[in-house]
């Protein structure tokens, strides 16, 4: 053999193994890569998720706003019902001292 057709033999050798590297790399980077996009396709569902409990907190948030709102109302109809009634039970405690007044003063408790 002479030296061209070794150094020829040398070289595809080397080749071959530089060819050999670059495709574990290749395999490295492409496995790598799929990680990747099961990772982002995970946090695109975790996303998701997230979202979801978000609207059902807002949807529940806003049923309480409305329920608190009717309750004030409530409120508001019965404060006002219980001062009316305050109002007519010192008109009648006041008529009914008036009464006893007049009763034990006109001399007519026999």
Do not use: P
């Not at 790598?32 to 979801?52: G, H, M, P, T, Y």
């Not at 007519?88 to 008529?95: F, N, Q």
């Amino acid at each position: 053999m002479n030296k061209s057709a070794i150094t020829q033999q040398e070289e595809q050798w080397l080749l071959k193994k530089h060819i050999e590297k670059l495709q574990k790399r290749n395999e490295i980077l492409v496995n790598a890569e799929f990680r990747q996009c099961k990772e982002i396709e995970k946090l695109v569902q975790d996303n998701r998720a997230i979202q979801l409990e978000l609207e059902q907190e807002r949807h529940f948030v806003n049923g309480i706003l409305r329920v608190r709102k009717v309750l004030r109302r409530k409120y508001h109809a019965e404060k006002a019902r219980a001062d009316a009634a305050e109002g007519e039970l010192k008109r009648l405690k006041e008529k009914l001292e008036k009464l006893v007044h007049e009763y034990i003063g006109s001399g007519d408790n026999k």
